[in-house]
C-alpha cells in the first residue's frame, strides 16, 4: 500500500521562487491536510480539505496555496519562497470520520524537507 | 482558538525508567489520539482514546483520557532506546460538518544506556 505520497523529498529554493509540492494518497480519503514543521517544533496545519472542490485554511496559511481538484491529489503551492518558510512539509490523509473508533487516524506521508536561501 | 500543551518539551532517560508526558487542552475534545515520530521521520498513529477516564494499554505504553476530557497522559514503563522520539498528542473537536484535529507542542524522548 502506497498510503500518503509526497514529492519532492528534498529541495532548496532561491527567495522569490514558486514551487508545488506534490501529495496523493490512494486509500479514497476525504480529508486531505498540509502541516509544516520547524526544527524541533510541533505540527502547523497550513492549510486542509474535507473533499474535493472543498479547501480551507489552517493556521499558517500565509504564502501558500492549495486546491482540490480530485479526492487523491491535494497539492501546495508556494508562490513568492521566503526564508521563513524552510521547513519540513507533510501532507497527510485521514477518512475523517470523527469520534469512531480510528476514525480521525491522520496518516502522514514521509515529508519534504525545504530550504529557502 | 484551541491550544493543545504538552509537558515536558523534553526528557532524558536512563535505558529501563519509566517516562511520562501530558497533554493538556483548553477546551473539551471529543476525541484524543497520540503519535510518534522519531528522529527524521514522519508521525505515526499510536491509539485513540473516545471515553471520558478511559485507559488504554500497547504493550509497555499506557494511554489514559481524564474524566473532563480536557488532559491526557502516556506512561512508558521500563524504556528501551527504540522509544526515542518525539510524541505528540491531538485532541479533536466535533464542530459539526468535520473534526478538527490540533496537535500539541510535542515531548522529546531521549533514552540512553
Known amino acids: 500500500n502506497a498510503g500518503v505520497t509526497q514529492t519532492p523529498k528534498f529541495r532548496i529554493l532561491k527567495i522569490g521562487q514558486s514551487m508545488t509540492l506534490q501529495c496523493t494518497q490512494d486509500?479514497?480519503?476525504?480529508?486531505m491536510y498540509w502541516y509544516r514543521q520547524d526544527p524541533g517544533m510541533g505540527l502547523k496545519l497550513i492549510y486542509y480539505s474535507v473533499g474535493a472542490g472543498i479547501t480551507d485554511k489552517g493556521e499558517v496559511p500565509n504564502g501558500y496555496n492549495v486546491s482540490r481538484s480530485t479526492t487523491e491529489d491535494f497539492p501546495l503551492r508556494l508562490e513568492l519562497a521566503a526564508p521563513s518558510q524552510t521547513s519540513v512539509y507533510f501532507c497527510?490523509?485521514?477518512?475523517?470520520?470523527?469520534?469512531?473508533?480510528?476514525?480521525?487516524?491522520?496518516?502522514f506521508g514521509e515529508g519534504s524537507w525545504l530550504t529557502v536561501v | 482558538g484551541q491550544q493543545v500543551m504538552q509537558i515536558p518539551q523534553y526528557q532524558h532517560v536512563q535505558e529501563g525508567e519509566d517516562f511520562t508526558t501530558y497533554c493538556n487542552s483548553s477546551t473539551t475534545l471529543s476525541n484524543i489520539q497520540w503519535y510518534k515520530q522519531r528522529p527524521g521521520g514522519h508521525p505515526v498513529f499510536l491509539i485513540q482514546l473516545v471515553k471520558s477516564g478511559e485507559v488504554k494499554k500497547q504493550k509497555r505504553l499506557t494511554f489514559q483520557f481524564g474524566e473532563a476530557k480536557k488532559n491526557s497522559s502516556l506512561h512508558i514503563t521500563a524504556t528501551q532506546t527504540t522509544d526515542v522520539g518525539t510524541y505528540f498528542c491531538?485532541?479533536?473537536?466535533?464542530?459539526?460538518?468535520?473534526?478538527?484535529?490540533?496537535f500539541g507542542t510535542g515531548t522529546r524522548l531521549q533514552v540512553t544506556l
Open positions: 486509500m479514497n480519503h476525504n480529508y
Open positions: 491531538a485532541g479533536s473537536i466535533n464542530t459539526g460538518t468535520a473534526s478538527k484535529l490540533t
Open positions: 497527510a490523509s485521514s477518512d475523517g470520520q470523527g469520534a469512531r473508533e480510528g476514525g480521525n487516524t491522520i496518516y
